[in-house]
Structures are given as C-alpha cells and as structure tokens.
C-alpha cells in the first residue's frame, strides 16, 4: 500500500494509478456493504425481539421462536425485493444515459 502514495514515474502508465484507484474504491463499496448488511441485520434482530419476546428468560418458548423466525423471514424477504427491484432501477438509469450520450 505505501507504492499507492508515491508519484508515479514518467514512465508509469496512467492506467496502473487508475487501477489502483478503481481497487480502492471497490474496497470501499465493499466495506459500506458490509456495514449496511450488519446494520440491517441489528434492526431487524432489535424489532423482531421487541415484538416477539414479551418476557425475556433463560431460554425462548416456541411460540417466541417461531415468530422471530417469521418476523427474520419476512424482513429478509421485503429486503431482497427492495434490492432486486433497487438494482433493476439502476440498471435501467444507467442504460437510458449510455443510451443519451451516443
């Protein structure tokens, strides 16, 4: 990592640098999904407990268990549809400028 700080030579080429800077920022995206993953799941897991588990113990009953595994599911659910139908608009906005500046 400490070559990425370094001015490159007049014999580098520019597309090493642009490399490295594509490497960081995938890195990054990489990182800011991580942290959106692992936020969904502390919501979803402090929801699902506030409303399935009246009164917490030692161990869950049944009934808690099946309910915070339909609450999960259904959160899980309403989350893929949502990044299904995100990426699928993306995608089309992306396309329709690829498509205005030809």
Known sequence: MSDFFKSSSP?????E????KEAV????????????AQELIN???????????MK??????????TCLS??????LEAFNMISK????RLSRE???RQLTQI
């Open 11 to 15: 014999s580098s080429p520019s597309s």
């Open 17 to 20: 640098m642009t490399a490295k």
């Open 25 to 36: 920022m995938n890195g990054v995206r990489s990182e800011i999904a991580l942290a959106s």
């Open 43 to 53: 919501k979803t897991n402090e929801k699902c407990f506030a409303k399935c588990v």
């Open 56 to 65: 917490p113990g030692a161990a869950l009953s049944g009934s808690e268990e």
């Open 70 to 75: 339909r609450c999960l599911e259904r959160y």
């Open 85 to 88: 139908t995100y990426t699928a």
């Open 94 to 96: 992306r396309e329709q």
